[in-house]
């Protein structure tokens, strides 16, 4: 609810309770926005569950509500729709309290919140000697802008990388390389990863073919584990090595993230295991320590297990993200820990999630909760591939979308006879190529599959990164051009909301705290999204209607203001989306 239905509410509340008795005082009132402007703002459906309780007609509860209600500082009088609605509508002078309230306000009315907590965020999370893949990309760009606007709120956002930085995979490359290019394994630097990943391609085709490498592998795992040094060294530098090409990702998509690897669990797995036993779920299945999911079954119909640790001795993808979750319930604090991954791994969430909690592992004040996403696809639909089939490399794909913005934009200078410096030109190609592929990526329900198109993204229209950079754009051009200064309008710019255009931005614009409520709690992105296109369309129809410099006081400076209020609000909607903006384009 907004600080409008929460008042709203309370004035329907005391009107309830003077109708009918004080036990009516904490009734809801179902107030809801209204379905079409042309009734009003808001609407309260309260009177028909009402009537069938109290035993009186809909329009004469409503009616009775009506004579009660004192709400003549908010709304005009209140009218009684169809069957018994009551139909309030905002008055101007409300509203453009509320709006001059939001301009002389550096948050834009957002409060910070009164139950900060500690939050984690565990997104990104490549695998070293792998290529980062669009799914990471995807959970980078979601799980930043998920920590944004959680840090916004003022809670304490830990924003963790759970690097694949242990496991089997590194027996086989370290004995690989041991034979073919034992320098990459004492040297710093010796391989790039592009020949990390050839590398791991090949050992995997060795150790699936040779037993014998098979058995050196498996033994060179047990040294990693052990400590042995000569192989810890090794993998150091291998993970020194990946780390070093996603740091250039996270640089060009400025991304801050902590890296915690999957080795820094290591020593809190066996805990793991003498907890579950203690607590009885633990089962010895065919030589591995499992434990049964409940209401999972496998295709023959039996209970499917969880593999906790392996006939072999070996611990699982699961094991460690259960010494993970405790770790940071226990150590971390945390009180809501999410998991930022593709929609593939809901399975693997849900029976973790099961098991600590069957093992009592998750307090009841703990939230857990898996963010899953969908795929990238090809504008063919099928698999993101380049054209010779192959895996894209995200260096490439963010190289591409700033050449593909920087084209774009010399031939937009050219048709408009405009001559700009080197340095604008590549700020601008990278600000816009990089933010369309974070908006195009954010601005899609998550839950569902999206098509990668560079020509879509790029685009000056639709609900795409360009519109929105253009629309702030324009905001400063208004500026520029009347030689104003935003920051100095001060608080006697007083907003007066004259014209259809104006009332229709100011509503939205105070819709601005509802909605990154909403992306609080529900985690979808794309709603702010959608507020931003939605604004900056609303922007631009104002723009059209109302002259703004050209308009005598006071409606000069209240439209200027009104433009602020705007630009402020794009600015701090896309800076939670992990989106710059620029001054001119
Ligand atoms: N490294 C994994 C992958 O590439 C993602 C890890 C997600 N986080 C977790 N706690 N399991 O698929």
Redesign the pocket.
Known sequence: MNPTQVLLQDKFQQALAAAFGNEYGTVDPILVAASNPKFGDYQSNVSLPLAKKIGQQPRAIAAAIVEKLDVSDICESPEIAGPGFINLRLKTTYLEGQINAMQGDTRLGIPLTDTAQREIV??S???IA?EMHV??LR?TIIGDCIARILEFRGHDVLRLN???DWGTQFGMLITYLREVYPEALTTANALDIGDLVSFYKKAKQRFDGDTAFQETARQEVVRLQAGAEDTIHAWKLLCEQSRHEFQVIYDLLDIKVTERG?SFYNPFLPAVIADLEVSGLLEENQGAKVVFLEGFTNREGEPLPVIIQKSDGGYN?AT??FA?LRYRIQSDKAKRII????SG?AN??AGVFQVARRAGWIPEDVEIVHVPFGLVLGEDGKKFKTRSGDTVRLRDLLDEAVSRARADLETRLQEEGREENLEFVTNVAEVVGISAVKYADLSQNRTSDYKFSFDKMLSLKGNTAPYMLYAYVRTQGIARSGNIDFTQLGADAKIILQEEAEYTLAKHLLQLGEVIGAVEVELLPHRLCDYLYQLSDKFNKFYENCPVLKSSEPMRTSRLALCDVTARTLKLGLSLLGIGVLERM
Do not use: M, R
């Open positions: 565990d997104f999370s490549p695998n792998k799914g990471h959970s759970h690097v694949g999957e993808y460690t993200d993970a998991y930022v991954t593709d791994q693997h969430f």
